[in-house]
Nanobody
């Protein structure tokens, strides 16, 4: 019923910038919190940044002051602006969204969805 599609990953240089996008589509009624997580090889998936429908944000300590999360509610899209990149930012980045959507029977449902992930590689 709902899909999240990430884009914008790739290769960046230390000190450089990349911008990720996450677009949600489907029978969406509303989206509460949207977030970005990342998972490096051999490590667990950790929260990077999250933003509520009221634009309250929180960040992992490791990215505070460097990354900025934002969203465009009209487009059901979240963004992650990543500045001052470091090699340790290398990971697969996943978008997550808490979505209320319309079911085929006229009712609404709530679920969390994940994107397919986008690779970010930062060279030193």
């Amino acid at each position: 019923q709902v899909q999240l599609v990430e884009s914008g990953g790739g290769l960046g240089q230390a000190g450089g910038s990349l911008r990720l996008s996450c677009a949600a589509s489907g029978n969406i009624f509303s989206i509460n919190t949207m977030g970005w997580y990342r998972q490096a090889p051999g490590k667990q998936r950790d929260l990077v940044a999250a933003i509520t429908s009221g634009d309250s944000t929180n960040y992992a300590d490791s990215v505070k002051g460097r990354f900025t999360i934002s969203r465009d509610n009209a487009k059901n899209t979240a963004y992650l602006q990543m500045n001052s990149l470091k090699p340790e930012d290398t990971a697969v980045y996943y978008c997550n969204a808490e979505v209320t959507y319309y079911g085929g029977n006229g009712r609404s449902y709530y679920s969390r969805y994940w994107g397919q992930g986008t690779q970010v590689t930062v060279s030193s």
